[in-house]
């Protein structure tokens, strides 16, 4: 049986681990000799996983803004902005995604686009014509119906107890 490359794959819901089970599969196909492209939506670029994984010489992240909100934070204007900056953002990693790399994680997306952030029809139609062999990655709260359609493993993660929930605020190496 023949191995299948460039599947699709979504870890979404409101528990935490999402964007860690998506780094753990850029570590895996990092260690495997796969050439790996992250780009994290709605975040700025002080994420602690960041951190250990630009030590690998086949993992490349781009960089977002220096400064992020909320998206309930942003002004109409801000927002506007946003919608422009992701926009061409999301171009930039699929287009240098075509050019040697195996792995693409688009960490955030599907937050993104709910937030109105980023239009969904562009995400769908380069999923339905991207490169054969590119792994892709999504992550965020709520895909739509054809968001997964498309994917190949859809994966709920879901929150039973948080410390957020009794005024924890997130803590750097762990959330952050």
């Known amino acids: ?12 819901g409101n528990g935490k681990g999402k964007t860690t089970a998506g780094m753990g599969l850029c570590a ?23 951190n250990i994984l630009k030590c690998s010489e086949n993992i490349t992240i781009l960089d ?19 919608r422009i900056f992701y926009t061409r953002q999301f171009q930039e990693a699929v287009q240098q995604a ?15 686009i709910q937030a109105g952030l980023l239009d969904e029809e562009i995400v769908t139609d380069y999923l339905e014509k991207k490169p054969e062999h590119l792994e892709v990655i999504l992550t965020g709260n709520a895909p739509s119906s054809k968001l997964i359609e498309a994917a190949d493993y859809v994966s709920e993660i879901k929150k039973i ?10 803590r750097k190496g762990i959330e952050l």
């Open 64 to 82: 977002g803004l220096e400064q992020e909100k909320f998206s309930s934070s942003l002004t109409e204007e801000e927002r506007r902005e946003r």
């Open 161 to 170: 107890k948080h410390p957020f929930d009794s005024g924890q605020r997130a």
């Open 98 to 112: 075509e050019r040697g790399y195996d792995v693409l994680f688009l960490d955030e997306v599907i937050y993104t």
């Open 1 to 12: 049986m023949n191995e299948k490359k460039g599947l699709i794959h979504i870890y979404f």
């Open 28 to 50: 895996r196909a990092a260690g495997y000799g796969y050439k790996v492209l992250i780009y994290q939506f709605m975040k700025d670029n002080t994420t602690s996983e960041r």
